[in-house]
């Protein structure tokens, strides 16, 4: 699967389980560390845990499983790395304290929700 198909894959699987707030951010002309970036936003850890084991549960089917994992279901920020797309699952509070959409501010942002079948696009200006 493409890198562009997983994030996206990745960002109705979070609406999926209620996340809210899902970005993809497109990073490849920013860097060579990550192509995308999924963002979503949680009220509470159990919602978190939901989101991870739903992604880790759905995306194994296609033998897809993350490199590497930061955090935990306690955590204000779980981190899921595909390599080429890296999630990122916010408790609300600090994902605005860590702001990662406005450190990567150059790069194309895109809001999923649940009714597009386009996504809409747009910058951020923060």
């Known amino acids: 699967m493409k890198a562009e198909q997983l994030a996206r894959t990745i960002a109705d699987l979070m609406l999926e389980q209620k996340g809210e707030k899902v970005v993809i951010q497109d990073l490849r002309k920013i ?12 009220d509470v850890e159990v919602q978190a845990k ?7 549960d759905r995306l194994v089917f296609q033998s897809i499983k993350p490199w590497h994992t930061e ?3 306690g955590s204000n920020w779980i981190l899921l790395d595909f390599v080429d ?3 990122h699952v916010f408790k609300k509070e600090s994902r605005e304290f860590y702001g990662l959409e406005r450190l990567w ?7 999923i929700k649940e009714s597009d079948d386009a996504a809409k696009t747009h910058t951020d200006d923060a």
């Not at 939901?50 to 880790?56: G, N, Q, T, W």
Request: hydrophobic share 50%; with cysteine.
């Open 31 to 42: 860097t060579s560390l990550t192509d995308f970036f999924v963002i979503c936003s949680v």
């Open 85 to 87: 797309v890296v999630v």
């Open 50 to 56: 939901a989101i991870i084991e739903h992604l880790k």
């Open 71 to 73: 955090g935990s279901a």
């Open 105 to 111: 501010g150059d790069a194309p942002l895109t809001e």
